[in-house]
């Protein structure tokens, strides 16, 4: 794997029935490597500065089906059972709480 | 939107059709408007140091459906109608190319 200059990398979150992108975090070698001993998705946290159990405290645990690196081995994709909401709003994922920035309807059908 | 100190933000790009996540890339502020504004999908090459039409050279561009951002303001979600190939390596997607670091029959079986 190839991590950033602060060892880590972006792992995305997919929800393996829905196929919903969840939410991303961040990982470093240790997180990933907890994560495909245990199957409990474990992240680094940037601003805690500790590794971080998804679900630990919250119950909204992530099992991990399948890890999966992408070509230049830079990015992880989790797929994952998603227990309860993924993100911490409560919302069922992270990409759900804010209005979307563009969507088909901005700018009605389109024509082909 | 939360930018890093590099002044970038991973956009998770995923496949409106099949809901595959298709790749992870790199958006500055200026790309992200132009992405908003030309729905062609448009990112930052951190290894060429310039803005980066997807699909300008290969054609196999990316028609941004949908744009939306996480909780934190700091990842974006590209929903996309794919032309062709994600992966430059000509795989569908950037996580097609290598085998699974873990999956499910790495176990087998769960009991539950």
Known sequence: MTYNDQGLLPAVVQDR????????A?????????????????????????????????????????????????T???????TGPACHTGEPTCFDVHPPLLSEEDHGPVST
Do not use: F, N, P
């Open 76 to 82: 992880i994709l989790l797929v994952v059972d998603q």
């Open 17 to 24: 029935t829905t196929g919903a992108v969840l939410m991303l």
């Open 26 to 74: 961040w990982m470093d070698e240790e997180a990933l490597r907890r994560t495909i001993e245990t199957r409990k998705a474990t992240y680094w946290s940037r601003s805690r500065r500790q590794y971080w159990v998804k679900g630990e405290t919250s119950g909204h645990t992530q099992r991990v089906h399948e890890v999966r690196r992408d070509c230049d081995s830079d």
